[in-house]
């Protein structure tokens, strides 16, 4: 079943120059890039975008993260993307991931683990939408 799920490839990627290998690593699993974008976070673009982890611990340390440098946030598409790019990222702790995972290869530690990715049909929708509204999303 083809689908749509958001990946980002976090600040501390972008800075080691890992934007290239990543967006590789999707296209072999056969995940396309359907819409892509540059850009630094605000602080209120973080937090609206982690709002569902407000109340936990690392919210503020995320966010911090997050707003540290650019990122690239994409659009994948193909045969159970969210499915395909979560076992592709890894765990996300990237000293628990498995060998040839993004994580793995591009992580420092559980904060700083080089990408996110959407984890259900209902998370693709929202983050989707909030950085891509133009997007049609029909199937």
């Known amino acids: 079943m083809s689908e749509r799920t958001l ?5 501390d990627a972008v800075k080691k120059h890992a934007i290239g290998d990543i967006i590789a690593r999707y296209e072999k699993t056969g995940l ?3 819409a892509l974008r540059m850009m630094q ?4 673009t973080a937090e609206g975008f982690y709002a569902v982890h407000k109340a936990r611990p690392f919210f503020d340390s995320l966010c911090t993260f997050m707003v ?3 990122v690239v946030v994409l659009v994948l598409q193909g045969d159970n993307a969210i499915k395909k790019n979560r ?3 890894g ?6 991931a498995e060998a040839g995972t993004i994580r793995k290869a591009h992580g420092t530690n559980i904060e700083f683990n080089a990408v996110h ?3 259900s049909p209902e998370t693709a929708k929202f983050e989707i939408g ?4 133009e997007m049609d999303l029909v199937k």
């Open 91 to 96: 765990a996300t702790d990237p000293a628990k």
């Open 68 to 70: 540290s440098g650019p």
């Open 32 to 34: 396309k890039p359907v």
């Open 117 to 119: 990715g959407s984890d």
């Open 7 to 11: 990946a980002i490839i976090k600040p």
């Open 130 to 133: 909030y950085f891509f509204p």
């Open 41 to 44: 976070f605000s602080k209120s």
């Open 87 to 89: 076992e592709l990222m």
